[in-house]
């Protein structure tokens, strides 16, 4: 499980815990995203002054670079090592999704006309994402197989894809899932005093979702299993989800209160 941990002096950093324990503190400079089973977390490192996708694996941090000398951010890994993410030009007008594979950045490039952001990645090496054509306000979810983009037909951005193809996309205010090109709005909870809200983080490869529906009183994290939704409780969010069912997140104490990592098993 990885995370952030507020030390004394008030500074964030980036820890892994085991077991319920704190075992490693990988300082201030790294921020993690993404954890694969072989324990390799991808995330950004400013060490050297540029905020750079980079990877952590065995006490080391990699620099992956940036492929138009300007920013790169890293959004997920699958269990070979290949690290989804995107590359933003350094005069910060466009921005093309990248997947880092066997230590070369592949540009999958911006559409037409557009901007495009990689989230997810599974072990096939398909990655999920959003592609912003210039005339456009919203994004349209996509999937990149063999290198070539496809668009699945929804507004929003897909964040997640399983190793049989499922995918997760936010749309709206909406968590869905699309399957074998059929598309499911997941639902959520009642809504909140702002109305009905749902968004989806992770999905593993028994097809249950992790993410957060607005509630009467809070946000609540959520798990969509089987057809249901699982109220994780008030103050909640969840952010991934393994094969076993176990969702990891965080829980505010109250409106004001400390903010603590969890697992729900």
């Given at each position: 499980?990885?995370?952030?941990?507020?030390?004394?002096d008030y500074q964030d950093h980036t820890v892994i815990w085991r077991n319920g324990k704190?075992?490693?503190?990988?300082?201030?400079?790294?921020?993690?995203?993404?954890?694969?089973?072989?324990?390799?977390?991808?995330?950004q490192s400013w060490a050297t002054g540029a905020t750079h996708a980079s990877i952590w694996r065995r006490g080391q941090v990699t620099d992956l670079g940036s492929l138009r000398a300007g920013r790169s951010y890293a959004r997920g890994i699958n269990n070979r090592g290949d690290v989804s993410g995107y590359d933003v030009a350094a005069d910060g007008t466009n921005t093309h999704a990248v997947l880092w594979h066997d230590g070369k950045v592949v540009d999958l490039g911006s559409g037409i006309d557009g901007q495009t952001y990689a989230y997810g990645v599974n072990d096939n090496g398909d990655v999920v994402g959003g592609y912003y054509a210039r005339s456009a306000s919203l994004s349209t979810a996509v999937v990149w197989r063999h290198g070539t983009m496809t668009k699945l037909g929804v507004e929003g951005d897909a964040v997640a894809i399983n190793n049989r193809g499922d995918i997760v996309i936010n749309s709206a205010g909406h968590a869905k899932l699309w399957r074998h090109g059929k598309v499911t709005d997941l639902g959520g909870l009642a809504g909140g005093p702002y109305g009905f809200y749902a968004t989806a983080t992770a999905i593993n490869d028994r097809g249950d979702v992790s993410g957060?529906?607005?509630?009467?009183?809070?946000?609540?994290?959520?798990?969509?299993?089987?057809?249901?939704?699982?109220?994780?409780?008030?103050?909640?969010?969840?952010?991934?989800?393994?094969n076993r069912g176990q969702a990891v997140g965080n829980w505010q104490t109250g409106v004001y209160g400390d903010i603590r990592a969890v697992l729900w098993s």
């Open positions: 499980m990885i995370g952030t941990a507020r030390a004394a704190i075992t490693n503190d990988l300082g201030t400079t790294f921020q993690a995203d993404s954890i694969n089973d072989r324990g390799e977390i991808a995330g957060a529906s607005a509630a009467a009183d809070s946000t609540h994290g959520v798990i969509w299993h089987a057809g249901r939704v699982l109220d994780l409780g008030a103050g909640t969010n969840a952010f991934d989800i393994n």
